[in-house]
T-cell receptor, first 111, second 115 residues
Framework: GNSVTQMEGPVTLSEEAFLTINCTYTATGYPSLFWYVQYPGEGLQLLLKATKADDKGSNKGFEATYRKETTSFHLEKGSVQVSDSAVYFC??????????FGKGTMLLVSP | NAGVTQTPKFRVLKTGQSMTLLCAQD?????MYWYRQDPGMGLRLIHY???????AKGEVPDGYNVSRLKKQNFLLGLESAAPSQTSVYFC??????????????FGQGTRLTVV
């Protein structure tokens, strides 16, 4: 079946540090890949996505590249801010059925 | 524009009581979903619907029922609440899915406590 594995958190960083949150997936075929973000007390919202191999999704300074050879979609940001503190979810859509989410990674950024 | 609206936002139930969570979307989306979010478990799909009048089981459907009588509404029912159903519930909707992976839009969540 389809599955998404994310690094466990919390990830604790100082402001302006470099961020990487690892995500790997298992799926048949060629899924689309997503990163969703959940700010405290809110629902999830789409951060970025990539729909085919070697695509790079980007938004708000965050980036992730669809790597089919390593089945990965790691999230990166060059300089995090306190306002980036949130829970980040990696997800895949296999082209049928529904989204499959990872368990989420909490990011805490201190001033 | 409202997007996806969940009612209520908070609720406390006693064990054995019943309740219905309402999800409404104004984007004319075909697909609707109910998830529960628990610490360390991420998001788990309870039930979903691919169109008006249709429903399907997700990963954790036991103890829940759903109905999609109107395209814009997706109801989640708990017939006899149990403490294990204490969770945050999220509704989501998306347009007809295609291979490009259409974005899902989420509501703000309902925090349910069963005592």
């Amino acid at each position: 079946g389809n599955s998404v594995t994310q690094m466990e958190g919390p990830v604790t960083l100082s402001e302006e540090a470099f961020l990487t949150i690892n995500c790997t997936y298992t799926a048949t075929g060629y899924p689309s890949l997503f990163w969703y973000v959940q700010y405290p007390g809110e629902g999830l919202q789409l951060l970025l996505k990539a729909t085919k191999a070697d695509d790079k999704g980007s938004n708000k300074g965050f980036e992730a590249t669809y790597r089919k050879e390593t089945t990965s979609f790691h999230l990166e940001k060059g300089s995090v801010q306190v306002s980036d503190s949130a829970v980040y979810f990696c997800a895949l859509f296999p082209g049928y059925s529904t989204l499959t989410f990872g368990k989420g990674t909490m990011l805490l950024v201190s001033p | 524009n409202a997007g996806v609206t969940q009612t209520p936002k908070f609720r406390v139930l006693k064990t054995g009581q019943s309740m219905t969570l309402l999800c409404a979307q104004d984007m004319n989306h075909e697909y609707m979903y109910w998830y529960r979010q628990d610490p360390g478990m991420g998001l788990r799909l309870i039930h979903y619907s691919v169109g008006e009048g249709t429903t399907a089981k997700g990963e954790v459907p036991d103890g829940y029922n759903v109905s999609r009588l109107k395209k814009q509404n997706f109801l989640l029912g708990l017939e006899s609440a149990a403490p294990s159903q204490t969770s945050v519930y999220f509704c989501a909707s998306s347009p007809l899915q295609d291979r490009a992976g259409t974005e899902a839009f989420f509501g703000q969540g309902t925090r349910l406590t069963v005592v």
